[in-house]
């Protein structure tokens, strides 16, 4: 007997109840309204495809966050990360809750700026702060995380030449259990470059070390990393107490929380891996109260996640515009929204759901975005019902990262919206255009005319 041939395992999920004609109903169940508003009127409204954000997620997924840290711990204030989704609206619905901002780059501390927080609410990390940066951030009293050793030397040339002394923390990198280590950004914990980075400021004299950071990875499955990582920064503030007599105003976890997606390969779904915020604020807390810091010099507990308070909150519209067979059989349908505006389908297996009443018959599908190239691919392989040209999905969980690495590719970016409470629609980006993109170009005068 011959060797059989390979084929690739597929994980089905079986659903109990009435058989319909095709057998036991495995299809996937449409989503035809967000936040009671029809999926069909916002598309007729706004166009295909649409972002929307549900304003009610976010703020209940806030609160959520906000309940689980507070419960376990006396003194906690959330940074809303920029750079997951630095839409207006959305940075200010999590102000109003009481965020702070945690910025990377000057561009967002301008954004900041420009919505209204205030600089001593501002968080200013990342490894690129120009020199004029940090002037305008120490000028406006932030929180500078400052990064390596040639970002404390500018601070220090800085600090020279001005009346106000920069408040500053350092990034610590280190081994919390988990692999690869995050080690290309701050200092290092074990091998004492963290410890040289305290001496240096310290000795200066001209910079206030007021708290330490560690952002220890990105969508982190194991909670009990982040313990592993509080209590290493909790004995650097002991030590830091110990030697030099002074304590610290806060220590920032960072972020990296885990949202509810799926990743690729994973073989069970994200809702079923990924910790909550009770287990993450369990694992933190344990970290600092079990620490060898006294109860009454318990620093701040500063929060910059970003993913897990933003991705469930957002939703992409899309619209088929074909179907068709591969070469080995497959099905494939293909949408108006591709990789150039779902840039996290790299490492998430989204959720696709049809936004009508569909067949209950399915098959394997690839779905595919509208671009002209081969890795356009929004899901590999999904059971779906068979949708036809003109029909519309709804792929979920897509609020973190796709509104700020979208790409402007082949087409413009669509409109984004936002449902209030109140079920009221606003547009929060507006849908681009030529002229968005003509606006910013010029043609030198010797190109202008041309025939054919």
Wanted: aromatic share 10%; charged share 25%.
């Amino acid at each position: 007997m011959g060797k059989l041939p390979f084929e690739r395992p597929v994980i089905k999920k079986l659903s109990a109840g009435m058989p319909g004609k095709f057998g036991i109903k495995t299809g996937v169940a449409p989503v035809s309204h967000i936040d009671n508003v029809a999926v069909t009127d916002i598309i007729n409204e706004h166009g295909s495809p649409v972002f929307v954000i549900s304003e009610h997620t976010l703020r209940k997924t806030f609160m959520d966050a906000k309940r689980a840290f507070e419960t376990r711990y006396p003194k906690v204030r959330f940074a809303w990360s920029y750079k997951t989704n630095y839409l207006n609206a959305v940075c200010s619905v999590f102000h109003q809750e009481g965020a702070w901002a945690e910025v990377v780059s000057g561009f967002e501390y301008e954004k900041a700026l420009a919505l209204g927080v205030d600089g001593q609410n501002i968080i200013f990390n990342g490894p690129e702060k120009t020199y004029p940066d940090l002037v305008r951030a120490i000028d406006q009293g932030s929180l500078i995380h400052i990064d390596h050793f040639d970002e404390m030397y500018m601070l220090n040339e800085i600090a020279g030449e001005t009346a106000k002394r920069p408040r500053v923390a350092i990034r610590v990198n280190m081994d919390t259990g988990v692999y690869p280590v995050w080690d290309r950004f701050g200092f290092n914990y074990e091998n004492g470059e963290a410890w040289d980075a305290i001496n240096r400021i310290m000795a200066s004299g001209k910079l206030d070390l007021t708290g330490l950071h560690t952002h220890i990875g990105t969508y982190m499955l194991s909670a009990d990393a982040y313990r592993i990582a509080a209590s290493k920064l909790a004995e650097l503030a002991v030590g830091l107490s110990r030697k030099y007599g002074q304590g610290i105003d806060y220590i920032d976890i960072g972020g990296g929380f885990a949202s509810k997606n799926t990743l690729k390969g994973a073989y069970y779904s994200g809702t079923d891996m990924a910790p909550e915020f009770d287990d993450y604020a369990e694992a933190i807390s344990s970290g600092l109260l079990n620490s060898s810091l006294k109860p009454e010099e318990l620093p701040l507990l500063v929060l910059e996640t970003g993913r897990a308070l933003v991705d469930d909150a957002g939703y992409l519209l899309a619209t088929v515009i074909a179907n068709k067979r591969l070469s080995d059989g497959r099905r494939a349908t293909i949408l108006d929204a591709g990789i150039n505006l779902l840039f996290t389908s790299f490492w998430y297996d989204h959720q696709v759901n049809p936004a009508q009443p569909v067949s209950e018959h399915t098959e394997e599908t690839t779905i595919y975005g509208p671009l002209c190239m081969n890795i356009d691919v929004v899901k590999e392989a999904s059971v779906m019902p068979v949708l036809k040209k003109g029909d519309n999905v709804v792929i979920s969980r897509v609020g973190a990262y796709n509104m700020t690495q979208w790409m402007q590719f082949i087409t413009v970016r669509p409109r984004v919206i936002m449902i209030d409470p109140e079920m009221k629609v606003h547009i929060i980006r507006e849908r681009e255009r030529l002229e968005t993109i003509n606006s910013l170009e010029k043609v030198p005068g010797h190109l202008i005319n041309f025939s054919l």
